[in-house]
Structure formats: structure tokens, C-alpha cells
């Protein structure tokens, strides 16, 4: 499953979030990761983040698809994580 997950939380669980995406997803932008996961790893990576927010201050949004051929990405101006990098 191709997966866009999207965070605002608070500066004291930032670092944590981070970190806890990169082990996951690529990283884009600021907050922002995408990838594929499979069903499992992705109630994982749920349920880890929910470790870690508060849910009345932070947010977290999930965009999935099946397929990440039914998404189109276009980047205007400088892409901060160029991914052609990886064999």
C-alpha cells in the first residue's frame, strides 16, 4: 500500500516523530513521508505514533492507495529528499 503520512505535533515530540517515520517511510519535506507498507506495518507505524503524540494537541494524517500508480506527485521548486539516489 503506497502511503503519504503528514504530522503537527508539539516541539517536544518532534524529534521523536521523525525518527519514528524514517524508520518506515522516505522522508519528503518538513512532516511530510511517503512509501509503500504493507497492511501490517502500517498498523504498526499507527500504533507506535500514537505512543508518542498527545491526541488533543498533535495530528496525524494518513492519504493510502493500493497503488501508487493512481497518485500523481508534482514538485514545484526544490525537492528536499531526492529519491533517485537509491540502487
Do not use: H, P, T
Not at 35 to 53: N, T, V, Y
Amino acid at each position: 500500500m503506497y502511503i503519504i503520512l503528514v504530522y503537527d505535533c508539539g516541539e517536544k515530540r518532534v524529534g521523536k516523530m521523525l525518527k519514528l517515520c524514517r524508520q518506515y517511510l522516505n522522508w519528503i519535506q518538513n512532516s511530510v513521508f511517503e512509501g509503500e507498507l504493507s497492511d501490517a506495518q502500517l498498523l504498526e507505524l499507527e500504533f507506535r505514533c500514537k505512543e508518542i503524540m498527545k491526541r488533543e494537541e498533535d495530528s496525524i494524517i494518513i492519504f493510502s492507495s493500493r497503488n501508487q500508480a493512481w497518485m500523481q506527485k508534482k514538485v514545484i521548486g526544490k525537492e528536499k529528499n531526492d529519491l533517485d539516489n537509491f540502487l
